[in-house]
C-alpha cells in the first residue's frame, strides 16, 4: 500500500482548496483506514474555507466530515454498533467520539457536549493521525468512535449525508418527541436538512408539513420530501406574509412543532410562527440574532441540538433503507464531483445550485 493519499486541503482562508499528498498513519491499536467512496459537502465545510469556526480548527486541514467508505485496515478487531465483527471490505460510517469520562459524559450523560469531544474537517494535516478529513481518498479512524455498517439499498453518498446533516435531524427529533397525528410542523430551511427533516416529520405523522425555504429547486425536492406546503422566500419576502401563510394553515394558532434548520438569523421568525405551548428546535446555526424575548409564544419549550450521538447514525441509515420506497432521499444528492472538482462543488453549495453536492472516489 502506498505511504500516501491524496486529499483536498484548505492551507489558507478565502483561498481555494488544494489536491495535495497526505501521510497515510500507522494504526493506533483499535483504530481502522477506510477508503472513502463518498463524501458529501456540508455548509460548515464552506463557512470553514472563510472562517475558523472553533478554537479547536487548525489550519492546513483537509476539509469534509461526511464520509462513507470502506473498510481497508484494521489494527486488531473492531466490532460495530451492535456488536458484530467489522471486517475489510465492509462499507461504514462512524460516529464522532467523546473522551467518557468527563462530567457531560458521566454525569449528565450528555455527551454531544462533551468537552473533549472530536470531530472532522478541521484537524490540522501535519498532525497525526493526518487523515481526519472526509476528501481525501483515506480517512483515518480513531478506535473509540462507533461504527454502523451500511446496508446494501443504501447509496454510499445518502450514507456519507447521514454522517451528519440526517443524523442531526434525528436527535433533533429525538428531542421534540412524539409528534401526534393532529399535530402541524414547520420546517425553517430547505436545504438538506430542511428536505430530510420533512420527510422524518412526515413520516411521524405530523397532520401537516410545511416547509419555508429558496430557492425553487430545493423546495421542489422539499415537496417530494412530503411537504404538504411550501413557502418560497424569494416570493414572499415579507415576514408578516409569512407568519400568515403560517396561520392561515394552522387554523390561526401557529404550528405546533417548528424546526429549524436554516440558521440562528431565522430562529426570531420561526418563534413568530409558533403557537403558544408549542415546540421550537433550533438546528440551523452560523449568523447572528437576537430575540425578543417579551414576544416569546407563552409556555413554549425551545431545544438545541449539536451532532449526534451514535444510536442517531443509526436511526439515519436505517430511515434511509427502510423509508426508500416512500421518499426520493436520491434527488437530494443533486450534484457528484470527483476530487480534483472539489472547489467547484463547494461554490455550488454556497450558491445554492445543488441541495447537496458529493464527492466520489473510484472504490
Known amino acids: 500500500m502506498a505511504d ?10 478565502n483561498k481555494p482548496l488544494e ?50 467508505g470502506t473498510v481497508e485496515q484494521i489494527n486488531g478487531k473492531r466490532t ?26 458521566t454525569v449528565a450523560v450528555q455527551p454531544c457536549i462533551c468537552t473533549h469531544r472530536a470531530s472532522w474537517g478541521h484537524n490540522c494535516v501535519e498532525q497525526y ?55 402541524m410542523v414547520t420546517i425553517l430551511g430547505a436545504g438538506p436538512l430542511g428536505a430530510f427533516a420533512t420527510a422524518v416529520a412526515k413520516d411521524r405523522g405530523a397532520k401537516q408539513v410545511l416547509t419555508i425555504g429558496a430557492p425553487a429547486n430545493r423546495l421542489a425536492v422539499a415537496k417530494k420530501m412530503g411537504a404538504d ?19 392561515e394553515h394552522t387554523g390561526g394558532r401557529g404550528a405546533d412543532v417548528v424546526i429549524q434548520v436554516a440558521n440562528n438569523a431565522a430562529t426570531p421568525e420561526g418563534l413568530s410562527m409558533l403557537r403558544r405551548g408549542g415546540r421550537f428546535c433550533h438546528i440551523g446555526t452560523g449568523g447572528k440574532a437576537t430575540l425578543p424575548v417579551e414576544r416569546l409564544p407563552e409556555q413554549l419549550t425551545f431545544y438545541t441540538v449539536r451532532s449526534g450521538e451514535p444510536r442517531h447514525w ?17 434527488e437530494m444528492i443533486s450534484a457528484s464531483y ?17 441541495v447537496k453536492p458529493v464527492i466520489t472516489f473510484n472504490s
Open 129 to 183: 493521525p493526518y487523515l481526519l478529513g472526509s476528501v481525501s481518498e483515506y480517512m483515518y479512524v480513531p478506535a473509540q468512535c462507533t461504527i454502523v455498517k451500511v446496508p446494501q439499498e443504501v447509496s454510499s453518498a445518502s450514507a456519507a449525508a447521514a454522517a451528519c446533516a440526517y443524523r442531526t435531524v434525528m436527535h433533533g427529533f429525538d428531542r421534540i418527541g412524539t409528534v401526534a397525528p393532529n399535530e
Open 4 to 13: 500516501e493519499c491524496r486529499a483536498a486541503v484548505l492551507t489558507a482562508l
Open 80 to 105: 460495530d454498533i451492535f456488536g458484530d465483527p467489522v471486517k475489510p471490505g465492509e462499507r461504514i460510517v462512524w460516529s464522532y467520539p467523546s473522551c467518557g469520562s468527563c462530567y457531560y459524559c
Open 314 to 330: 443509526l436511526q439515519a441509515i436505517d430511515f434511509l433503507a427502510s423509508r426508500r420506497s416512500q421518499f426520493p432521499f436520491e
Open 19 to 68: 489536491i495535495l499528498n497526505v501521510p497515510i498513519p500507522e494504526l493506533e491499536p483499535g483504530a481502522l483506514l477506510v477508503k472513502i467512496v463518498a463524501s458529501t459537502l456540508c455548509g460548515t465545510d464552506v463557512h470553514r474555507c472563510h472562517e475558523l469556526l472553533s478554537p479547536s480548527d487548525r489550519l492546513p486541514f483537509i476539509t469534509g466530515h461526511e464520509p462513507c
Open 338 to 354: 470527483t476530487l480534483e472538482q472539489v472547489n467547484e462543488a463547494m461554490e455550488a453549495m454556497a450558491s445554492y445550485k445543488v
Open 229 to 247: 406546503a411550501i413557502c418560497n422566500l424569494d416570493d414572499v419576502t415579507d415576514l408578516k406574509e409569512r407568519v400568515a401563510w403560517v396561520k
